[in-house]
Each structure stands twice: as C-alpha cells, then as structure tokens.
C-alpha cells in the first residue's frame, strides 16, 4: 500500500503533463501561434522566430532529452520522426563523402533546422485549445497578406521584383504560402457547424489569400489547387448539398481565373510568359525567362545525373558544374546568380542521390498520408484540422517541383512551421473532440465473443465493454478452465457449442446478434477508452459514414506497445449489422463487406491486441496457426518446397522489420519479427510436407 500511495504521490513529469489552454503558458503559446501565422507573411523574421521559439520550448518542456522518449511516441509521431532524421540523416551523409564548399557550409544551418520539427510539434501537441488560434492565425494571415498585396498593387511603387509582391522574403515563398493559407481554410468555409459570421470571414480570407497569391505571380504553387479541389469534392463536399458541393470549387476556379486575367495582376501575364517559353525556338535564353531558365538548369543537372544518380555529386556539383558550363559559353554569365537547380526533388538527386530523393518523398509522403488517413475516422472536427495540413504541405511539396524549398531559409521556415503546426493540430482537436461530453449513441451496439480455455485473460475483454455495449454474445467451445462461467458474470448470452473453425464460428456469433451495429471482439484484445468514445460518437449519428469501420489494433508482447508490422494493421471489426459476413476460414478469418459497399472508415482509437501470454504461447499457438493454414491450402491444392519455405521465411522477415517499420519498435520488434518469419517458415515447411505425401 505503502508502495502504491508513492507512486500515485510522484509528480507527473512535465514532459508529459498537458498544458491547459487558461494557464500562463496555454495562453502564451496560443498567442506565439497566432501571431506567426498573422504576421509572417509581411514581417520580417517573425515566422522564423515563432519556429525557432516554439522548438526551444519544446527543447526545455522536454526535459531530459528526446532520444529517451521514443517509446513514449505513438505511431504517427515515430513516423514522422523518422522521415524528418532519415532526410537530415542523408544530406549528413552526402556532406561526409562529397565534402563541403561554399554553397555546401550555406546549406548546413538550414537542414539541420528541420530537425527543429520534432521538439516544435512535441511541444504544440501538449497545448490543450491551440485550434482556436490557428485557425484565427491562418484567417488573420490570409487577410493581412492579400491587403498588403492590394497595398502595394495600388501604390504601383516598384519592389526588388518589379510588379510582384514578395513580402519580407521573395515572390514564390509569399504567393506559395498565402495559396496554402487560402486553401487551408476551405473546412471552415464549408463546416455547416461553424457560425454564418465566421464562415463569412473564412470566406474573404480565402479570397484574399488567393489574391495575394495571384499578385506575387508565383505560379508553381497554384499547380496544387485543381488536385486539391478534386480532393474536396471527395472529401468535404462528400457531406454537401450537390449545390454546394460543385459550387464552392467552380467559384474558387472562377476567382482564380478572374484574378488571373485582371490587368495588373501579374499571374496572368507570367502564366502566358510560360506558355510562349514551350513554343520558344530561340539558342538564347532571356534573364525574364524563368521557365526557360529552369529549363536549362534542370538539363545541366540531368547531365550530371547520368552517372552520378545513385549517389549524387555533393552539395556543390551543380555549382561546380554551372560554373564550368558559364566558362566554356553554354550559358550566359548572369547564370552564375543560382545556387541550386529550382527544383528540391533534383536538388535532393543531385546532394544525395536515390536516398536524398527516397527520403524527400518520404518527408511529404508521411504527413500527407497521416492526414489524408483522418478523413476515415469518426472525428468531425479533427478531420477538418487534418484537411489544413494536407493542403499546406501538398502546396509546398508542389512549390518544390519549381524551387528548391529547403535551399532556403524561407522553405525551411514555413515547412517547419506548418508541418510541427498541422501534426500537432490533429493531436490538439482530436484530443479535445474526445474529452468532450459523451455522445448519446443512437445506433445498438452488440459485441461478440467466441473463446475456449481464455479464463486467464477474457475478463480484460469483457470488463472493457461491460455497461457500455448494448449486448454481449459469447459463443464459448467447450472450456474446460472456467471460461463460460466469468462470462455468465457479465452477460447472460452465453453458450456452449462445438469448435467448426473461427469463420464459422464467428459467423454464427454474428447471426445471433440483434444490435443495429456489431463489434466483433476477441478474448485477447481490449477496448481503450479512447476507442469507446470515438465508437459513440460514430453511432451518435443517424446515419454513419461508413457501413464498415477498421479498428487499429495495439499490440502489447513482450512487455512493449508495438507499433509498425503486420501485427499494427487496422482489421475490420466494426459493422452494421447485416451489411458484413465473416469468411468460412479455419484460421485467419476476416470480416469482408458486402459486395455493394466500396469503403469503410478506420477510428483512431486503439484497440488493445494482448497477443501472447509468453514468449512459449507465442509459438505455440503461431505454429499451430501454420498447421491449420497448411492444411486449409493444400486441400485448395496449393503447394510447395522447403527452399520456398526459408525464402517466404526472409521475405516476411524483411517485410515486417524493414518496410513495415517493425525496427521502430526496438528489440520486440525485432524479436516480433523473427517469431512471424518462424512462423512463415513453418506454413510452408508443413505444405512441403503435405505436398510430399499426395
């Protein structure tokens, strides 16, 4: 007791304490937050500042150092963290065996401040109400930005690039980010929950970022906008009124146009400018010619590229190279001006080789997956805040096809700051959407059970849905340990059957449910309070989403949460009855839909997957699986050989530990790994051994 009453007495340590939105510190960060988005766009330093800021706090919140943390990262967050140390990771390597110049020492400082992201987002994430304030920084940002654009369209003073605004950077970081701005804030825009004065102002600060945007005449970045807008039609438009639907894209379309045509709006014209380059047969290359000059500095870099595409030339090949072909007359001297190719993605091939480009696609395939994955969920709110993250880093990572974003100090400003921002926004919304008063469900719910000898561990399953599922259905196999009695202690539907195999018996546990939806649950899993609550909100609903929802398990082994590998999928679980069956499998059974439904949903919230009791559970009952499917395939006919088995055995292994991620799990990954590879060999060894005997 002693014991207990020092442990509940220890103070939570601060890294891991929520910063409540009213304290001193909840206030403050909302206020950072919001004046870096407000004012970045037209005061020098400030989004630099904020970034820099947010990550130092991060840094100090954090306590001991981030490195003894990582088990306490859940998926998203390792991920990310992964994609952020594996590009930085690559130029260092890059730098080590090409060596550094000039142009290489200049590009050290701004890499490396990627790694700001990490600290940056681990701090926002634990700031309770930080939503309200970016969404307001966004709007304020977008507003500020298109009347400083207007500003200076009217005054027709010239600025550093003629006719185009560029703020306190350049004309593609201004135009680019207002664009990302305009387009985050379409979910408010469309939000039917959102107040009519609100939605109003959301709607002139889309106007106005666009027009910004279209001032600067930066054009590579509105090269996202039909993609995203295509997106919306399948995503937020999906909940809309036809009428609405199509409305707001055609009017975006149609604003764009006008903008573009405008006179003295200088997107237009640069968009004919590049539109006269493609049919432009001239030897000489004009400096206002930028297509042009892209052009040609993308054909200098594929030159190098041909031998070089593995491992690149270093940080200052293409300058090397740009300076030989100025001397022997290939290009003009004012050339010598660039510093990279305008392009990150060839910047990436040229500094690192494959893996630059790998882990830059990895950098913007991460979160625009996590985001892209949160329109599945239950969670209204948080998929709107997961919408205004896709769309920022899907038009810089559209900027980068025209500019070399992390080459400059801008690029790596607003990267850090909308990708920390975005990710922890997500976190933000989602946990305050849970926190919120429970929903009255007005959906059934029915959970089902099948078991056998599972008295050590069905009471966990069983308490976690007690008082909370409408109704339990146990099928139990003929126990012999007591199972069927714990069960009659939580639910009166209970009863003793014969063992046809799991799809068999889970389908007759499916047919004797009446609830309007179905969990089907096993003795070994767990239902979190997380995914309670986000299961009630789905079925608060009159009608749900989605008539299928995937449940994204947690697996507990060995002491450890893991969570990459085939052990971390997302199984369909959730369902409306009638609309699923279960497959007639012996072993490895599975919900499938119905035939007329095309998709289902996936929550966020975990499902706790308690897999094996030991490391001699886990085989033996692996190992008896391989048994059953071995038998089940080569009644199908199947065949094989002991060599297939060692090599579907490494596959798997490599399957699992590397391309799954199983590595981010440390040694119960690996140790998770090799149970499965065993297992994988055992299958096969077992139908080499059915085949042998036919």
Request: charged residues 20%; aromatic residues 10%; glycine residues 10%.
């Amino acid at each position: 007791m002693r014991i207990e009453l020092a442990r509940a007495a220890r103070p939570v340590p601060r890294s891991d304490a929520l910063i409540p939105a009213a304290s001193w510190l909840g206030r403050i960060s909302a206020l950072i937050l919001f004046l870096g988005l407000a004012l970045g766009l037209v005061v020098p330093k400030v989004a630099g500042g904020v970034f820099l800021l947010f990550a130092l706090m991060g840094v100090v919140w954090l306590e001991p150092g981030l490195a003894r943390r990582r088990l306490g990262l859940d998926a998203h967050e390792r991920l990310l963290t992964l994609a952020v140390l594996s590009f930085v990771g690559v130029w260092m390597l890059a730098w080590l065996g090409h060596g550094l110049g000039p142009v290489g020492w200049e590009d050290v400082g701004r890499i490396l401040r990627l790694l700001l992201i990490i600290p940056a987002y681990l701090f926002l994430a634990r700031v309770d109400g930080l939503d309200r304030a970016w969404w307001s920084g966004l709007a304020a940002g977008a507003i500020i930005a298109g009347g400083y654009a207007i500003a200076f369209a009217l005054t027709g003073e010239p600025s550093g690039w003629i006719d185009r605004v560029g703020g306190p950077t350049n004309p593609i970081y201004f135009g680019g980010v207002a664009l990302a701005f305009a387009l985050m804030l379409l979910p408010r825009v469309a939000d039917p929950e959102t107040a009519p004065a609100i939605r109003l102002l959301m709607s002139l600060a889309v106007v106005l970022g666009l027009t910004a945007s279209a001032i600067s005449g930066s054009r590579g970045a509105w090269l996202a906008l039909i993609p995203l807008l295509v997106l919306y039609l399948m995503t937020l438009g999906t909940r809309q009124h036809p009428a609405k639907r199509f409305g707001l894209p055609l009017v975006i379309l149609a604003l764009a146009a006008v903008l573009a045509f405008l006179p003295g709006v200088p997107l237009g014209q640069r968009v004919i400018e590049a539109f006269g380059s493609f049919g432009s047969h001239g030897d000489e290359i004009a400096r206002e010619d930028t297509l042009a000059v892209r052009w040609a500095l993308w054909q200098l870099s594929f030159d190098q590229l041909r031998d070089a595409w593995l491992f690149g030339v270093g940080p200052d090949g293409f300058r090397a190279a740009l300076e030989r072909a100025v001397a022997g007359g290939q290009l003009p001297a004012w050339f010598l001006e660039y510093h990279h190719p305008h392009d990150q993605f060839i910047s990436a091939l040229l500094i690192a080789g494959l893996p630059g480009l790998l882990t830059l696609v990895l950098l913007f395939a991460v979160p625009l997956g996590r985001f892209a994955r949160l329109w599945r969920t239950g969670l209204e709110r948080t998929r709107l805040v997961g919408w205004s993250g896709l769309a920022a880093v899907a038009v810089l990572a559209v900027m980068g096809l025209s500019e070399s974003i992390f080459q400059r100090n801008s690029g790596i400003v607003w990267f850090g700051l909308l990708l920390a921002g975005g990710y922890a926004m997500v976190r933000v919304r989602h946990r305050r959407e849970l926190q919120s008063a429970p929903a009255r469900r007005l959906q059934s719910l029915s959970v089902i059970m099948i078991c056998r000898d599972e008295a050590d561990r069905i009471e966990g399953a069983l308490e976690s849905v007690h008082g909370w599922a409408d109704e339990i259905v146990v099928l139990d196999s003929g126990s012999t340990d007591g199972t069927a009695d714990i069960c009659r202690q939580y639910t009166q539907r209970v009863e003793v059957t014969d063992w046809p195999g799991f799809g068999v018996q889970k389908q007759r546990a499916l047919q004797r449910a009446t609830g309007d939806w179905v969990l089907s649950l096993d003795a070994d899993e767990v239902v979190s309070e997380d995914l309670r609550r986000e299961i009630d909100l789905v079925l608060s609903r009159v009608r749900p989403h989605y008539s299928g929802y995937r449940l994204p398990w947690l697996t507990i082994a060995f002491g450890r949460s893991l969570h990459f590998g085939h052990w971390a999928r997302a199984p369909l679980r959730l369902v409306e009855r009638g609309s699923a069956r279960f497959t007639d499998a012996s072993v490895h059974e599975k919900l499938v839909m119905a035939d007329d439904v095309r998709s289902t949903g996936r929550l966020e919230g975990p499902l706790l997957h308690r897999v094996f009791r030991d490391e001699h559970h886990a085989r033996t009952k692996l190992f008896g699986y391989a048994r059953l499917q071995a038998a089940e395939r080569s009644q199908a006919g199947r065949r094989a050989t002991r060599p297939e088995a060692r090599v579907r055995a490494l596959l798997n292994w490599l399957d699992n530990y590397l391309l799954r991620g199983a590595f981010m799990d440390g040694r119960a990954g690996w140790k998770m790994s090799a149970l499965q590879a065993a297992y994988t060999r055992e299958k096969y060894f077992e139908l080499a051994r059915l085949s042998s005997e036919r």
